[in-house]
């Protein structure tokens, strides 16, 4: 079975700038969630979506956004880059998500580096 | 203060050696993941942990659940340079289920041939 699959694996943009990250996830797996990972603060909760629908938001300001399909791949949006959202940004897809107590895999991250 | 606290930060260790990393939660813990990232790269799944006084194992890697005391400990034995990389925990803490993950900082290990 194929992993989580992240694209771009790297990216570089300007301040000011937007951005579209995209994530497929295992098959057969409904729920996906996105992950912030910085040295500063480790790593931190973004949003879940399960069945095209958000169902968890974390504490990050609505310059952040995202998006399922029906095929459950997601992407998520960041606009008006910030140079503090330079970081990796982690995918994990899941069966039933951690409501339904089953574990994330996490995909191999994209790299967001805003100059 | 962190709501999920690791210790050590780090562990440098000799080849064949065995170590404990812990995990403790200022929360009920409602579920508990290990994971195991080498830099820059995703995480890797090891195991997951719900109940009080669970215990699993895979390979030389075994993880144990104390409810009580609201924590986890990964333990490996007879450690190996494939073990070496960041081992993060996670949970669902709260006052219930919250459907998302708090991570602890991570604790990074170096095993030295």
């Known amino acids: 079975k194929a992993g989580v699959t992240q694209t771009p694996r790297y990216l570089i943009k300007t301040r000011g700038q937007q951005v579209t990250l995209s994530c497929s996830p295992i098959?057969?797996?409904?729920?996906v969630s996105w992950y912030q990972q910085t040295p500063g603060q480790g790593l931190q909760f973004l949003f879940e979506?399960?069945?095209?629908?958000?169902?968890n938001k974390g504490n990050f300001p609505g310059r952040f956004s995202g998006r399922q399909f029906s095929n459950s791949r997601s992407e998520m949006n960041v606009s008006t880059l910030e140079l503090g959202d330079s970081a990796l940004y982690l995918c994990?897809?899941?069966?039933?998500?951690?409501?339904?107590?089953?574990?994330?895999?996490f995909g191999n991250g994209t790299r967001l580096t805003v100059t | 203060s962190q709501e999920l606290e690791q210790s050590p930060q780090s562990l440098i260790v000799q080849e064949g050696k065995n170590l404990t990393i812990n995990c403790t939660s200022s929360?009920?813990?409602?579920?508990l993941y290990w994971y195991k990232q080498k830099y820059g790269e995703g995480l890797i799944f090891l195991m997951m942990?719900?109940?009080?006084?669970e215990e699993k194992s895979h390979e030389k890697i075994t993880a144990k659940l104390d409810e009580k005391k609201q924590q986890s400990s990964l333990h490996i034995t007879a450690s190996q340079p494939s073990h070496a990389g960041i081992y993060l925990c996670?949970?669902?803490?709260?006052?219930?289920?919250?459907?998302?993950?708090?991570f602890g900082q991570g604790t990074t290990l170096q095993v030295k041939p």
């Open positions: 929360k009920t813990l409602y579920g």
């Open positions: 098959s057969g797996h409904r729920s």
């Open positions: 996670g949970a669902d803490i709260g006052s219930g289920n919250t459907g998302k993950l708090i």
């Open positions: 994990a897809s899941s069966l039933e998500g951690v409501w339904g107590n089953s574990p994330l895999h």
């Open positions: 942990l719900q109940k009080g006084g």
């Open positions: 979506y399960f069945s095209e629908t958000q169902r």
